[in-house]
């Protein structure tokens, strides 16, 4: 009777009911589950849809699913009510049917699922059972790019040359509807101030244009290069003095005693800023004084240093010597001098007189001058030394004198011995 009363009072103990109300309960479930109602349905939520072409007529036809394949449903599932609730998105493999696509357009495909967990399971329903995809056909087209550099401008004395664009082309690949409405390909640069420096601006986005000039926003077409290098050569301007040079200049004679004209006595050029100002002249050639008569004529070409531009595309530039009042005279000379001699040889001429030596200078000069006037060089530092007989080139001056010169190439014969 104790043991009775003492059950009774148990189960008027409140926490006591609490907790055996619990565990009868999850008693109740297991046997519902397990024995009474085992199955149930489930829906599982966010599984991607595969919208397949390969073989198919769709795929013969170039076809290419452009828009809605990246789409995700739910999937109503009936199974072992253990089993299913362990399943996920990836035990189940949802495709489309594209039989019906027959074109270019949109279509409302219906959606086959198929179950792939390896569970014995149901696929019930398709929430929902149709997917709105988009066909067309793929096209690629290339398109060379424009430069937009209208609000670009070049400060004064400096002159932009032919804009560089790397790569100078873009292939772009979508669907031929989009495809076909790119009028052109562009990158635009704007500038706040003046330029007045070679500019590179790397990575610039390349934009689609409509054939009347709009931007175009075209989501399922890709570039193969989305941006390019731009480089803008600014060069800068100046103007320099042409200057002619001359060789086998006689250190008596003055150039200003030779009277010229000259066709461009300046030329405009540009070039890097950071190497134009470094010059101050253009040399256009050399005069050989020894080739040189008072009415000689040059023709030079024009050459630049690398990188510069001839901004009047001048080519070429004419030299005509103009002395009226300049004359010839031809005399034998016979002051003839051995110079730089080796201390181990000694060397003799055997020549005794160079006959018939050219020289130019005013009438009035030149009709008072003798041969004992000029004299002739044997410079021996400039020449082989070997015992034996040698023809050795001679340069012949008129020191005395600044308005002449000796014209033609002359030479005198040697003897070379061995120094006792």
Request: charged share 20%; aromatic share 8%; with cysteine.
């Amino acid at each position: 009777m104790a043991k009775t009363n003492k059950k009774i009072k148990l189960f008027e103990n409140k926490r006591f009911l609490q907790i055996f109300s619990f565990v009868v309960a999850v008693i109740a479930w297991f046997l519902v589950i397990f024995f009474v109602s085992p199955e149930t349905d489930d829906i599982i939520s966010d599984v991607p849809v595969n919208v397949q072409l390969s073989g198919t007529a769709a795929e013969r036809m170039g076809l290419q699913a452009i828009e809605g394949m990246d789409q995700t449903v739910s999937v109503r599932i009936h199974g072992n009510r253990r089993k299913i609730s362990e399943l996920t998105a990836d035990d189940i493999a949802l495709s489309v049917s594209v039989s019906g696509v027959t074109g270019t357009g949109e279509y409302e495909l219906p959606i086959i699922g198929k179950n792939v967990s390896g569970t014995d399971m149901e696929i019930v329903e398709i929430i929902p059972s149709t997917l709105n995809v988009k066909f067309d056909k793929l096209v690629s087209k290339t398109f060379e790019i424009d430069l937009d550099i209208s609000a670009v401008d070049i400060a004064d004395g400096f002159v932009m040359e032919d804009e560089v664009i790397t790569p100078m082309e873009v292939t772009v690949t979508g669907p031929q509807e989009e495809v076909d409405q790119i009028g052109s390909c562009r990158i635009k640069v704007v500038l706040s101030d003046n330029l007045n420096q070679t500019l590179t601006v790397k990575n610039k986005r390349i934009d689609l244009l409509s054939q009347s000039g709009g931007v175009l926003n075209l989501e399922n077409v890709t570039l193969d290069n989305e941006t390019a290098t731009v480089t803008i050569p600014v060069l800068q301007v100046l103007e320099l003095p042409v200057k002619l040079s001359f060789i086998n200049m006689p250190e008596y004679l003055s150039e200003k005693a030779l009277k010229y004209t000259i066709s461009n006595t300046s030329i405009v050029i540009a070039g890097p800023p950071a190497l134009v100002n470094s010059y101050s002249q253009i040399s256009v050639g050399y005069v050989d004084v020894k080739n040189l008569t008072p009415t000689s004529s040059y023709l030079f070409n024009v050459n630049l240093p690398t990188g510069f531009v001839n901004m009047e595309n001048i080519r070429t530039i004419s030299v005509k010597f103009e002395m009226g009042d300049y004359v010839s005279k031809t005399f034998d000379v016979s002051d003839i001098r051995v110079v730089n001699q080796p201390l181990n040889y000694d060397v003799s001429v055997t020549t005794k007189v160079i006959d018939s030596v050219t020289v130019y200078g005013p009438q009035d000069v030149l009709e008072n001058m003798t041969a004992t006037d000029l004299v002739a060089e044997i410079d021996v530092s400039g020449q082989t030394i070997s015992k034996g007989q040698y023809r050795y080139p001679a340069s012949i001056y008129v020191p005395a004198r600044d308005k002449v010169w000796v014209s033609g190439e002359y030479s005198v014969m040697v003897v070379v011995e061995e120094a006792e």
